[in-house]
Each structure stands twice: as structure tokens, then as C-alpha cells.
Antibody
């Protein structure tokens, strides 16, 4: 069955960096676009970034453009989110999600990123 | 960016009764080339990731009970739970995937009256 396991969250000071990983299994990872979506505490969902199945195209929310980088390694069935220059407002649970037929059909459990001094 | 606005923010419905959630987009999410509405509905229970319920505005995801249905086109959409069950208590989100950034509604919390 499809599994997406997110890791790498934690507590980090403002201005520092963190890299999230999403390990995929149960499907042909290299056939699917992938997304990161975040949810601040007691808030709604915010789309963060997306990457095409082959990594050739990447898209970002304005709120993270220039600070976050989405990437993937199809040989390892892994998706990444490199987060630099973190801000307090980046505090959220970060989910990775598979894209199938344009829609996000499977989501990982998420990892909490807390940006605090 | 396409702004998605849901109404109401919350609603309380008796078990077995109908729940209706509305979602309005600031511009049409109907793609003329394929005549599809790029609109999805998700259910999120506490401590869990979102779960896909409906895509293309009205297509039910495999395994989703048929009491969930989606309707609408263009800019106005509705998610209906025909007979509310206890396990349907959750927050429901609409999302447009017509373009990036993909945007979500603010969410509607459904509770039991």
C-alpha cells in the first residue's frame, strides 16, 4: 500500500535551516509529482511547493520562494524540502503528498517544525 | 492567486441528518479544454493528515462512502453528507488545483448536534 513517511522536523531557531525528508513506498515514485503542504497550529492548510515526477519543474508559494527548495531522488524514492532562513511563521506540521491525476491522493503523517528562539 | 472561501466556518448537524458545505472560488476553476472542474474536497480528523474525498468536483475517491457527494461547477461548489455519521466529525477543506499556488478554503468544522 502507498506509504509516505515524513521525517526531519524539530525545534530550530529563527534564521537557521532544516531539511525534511519524505520516504515513499508502495508505488512507482518516479511516475508521480509530489507536493509539500503545511498546517500551522490550529490553522488551515497551506500549499508550500511541488515538483514534477522527473524533477524538471518546481513550484513554490510566495511565502517560501527563495528560502525553501524542493527536490527529489527517484533512485531512493525520496522527496526533500530544504528550508533556509526559517521564520517563526514557518512553524507548522509539514505534510508530503502524492499527486495522481492532478490531485493529492495520499498524504504522509506529517512532521512538526517549530521555529522559536 | 485563486481565493477559496468556504461557508459556514462550522456547523452542527444531528446524526442521520444532512450536512452541506459550500465553497466559492474567486475565479473559475473549470478548464475549458477538458471541461473539468479542478476542485477537490478533503476531510481532516484531529491528529491526522487530510484524506481525499472528492476530486473533479464530483468524483468520489475509491473507498469513500456514498453518503459523501460533491456538486457544482465554475466558481460555486458544494460538499454534501447525506446522512451524518459519528465518524464524519472532522474539518472539511476544498482545494483548487487549477493552477499554482494550489489554494485551500479555510475549512469547515462539522460537529454532532
Amino acid at each position: 500500500q502507498v506509504q509516505l513517511v515524513v521525517s526531519g522536523g524539530g525545534v530550530v531557531q529563527p534564521g537557521r535551516s532544516l531539511r525534511l525528508s519524505c520516504a515513499a513506498s508502495g508505488f512507482t515514485f518516479s511516475n508521480h509529482g509530489m507536493h509539500w503542504v503545511r498546517q500551522a497550529p490550529v490553522k488551515g492548510l497551506e500549499w508550500v511547493a511541488a515538483i514534477w515526477f522527473d524533477g524538471s519543474n518546481k513550484y513554490y508559494a510566495d511565502s517560501v520562494k527563495g528560502r525553501f527548495t524542493i527536490s527529489r531522488d527517484n533512485s531512493k524514492n525520496a522527496l526533500y524540502l530544504q528550508m533556509n532562513s526559517l521564520r517563526v511563521e514557518d512553524t507548522a506540521v509539514y505534510y508530503c503528498a502524492r499527486e495522481s491525476g492532478n490531485v493529492n491522493d495520499y498524504w504522509g503523517q506529517g512532521t512538526l517544525v517549530t521555529v522559536s528562539s | 492567486d485563486i481565493v477559496m472561501t468556504q461557508s459556514p466556518d462550522s456547523l452542527a448537524v444531528s446524526l442521520g441528518e444532512r450536512a452541506t458545505i459550500n465553497c466559492k472560488s474567486s475565479q473559475s476553476v473549470l478548464y475549458s479544454s477538458d471541461s473539468k472542474d479542478y476542485l477537490a474536497w478533503y476531510q481532516q480528523k484531529p491528529g491526522q493528515p487530510p484524506k481525499l474525498l472528492i476530486y473533479w468536483a464530483s468524483t468520489r475517491e475509491s473507498g469513500v462512502p456514498d453518503r459523501f457527494s460533491g456538486s457544482g461547477s465554475g466558481t460555486d461548489f458544494t460538499l454534501t453528507i447525506s446522512s451524518l455519521q459519528a465518524e464524519d466529525v472532522a474539518v472539511y477543506y476544498c482545494q483548487q488545483y487549477y493552477n499554482t499556488p494550489r489554494t485551500f478554503g479555510q475549512g469547515t468544522k462539522v460537529e454532532i448536534k
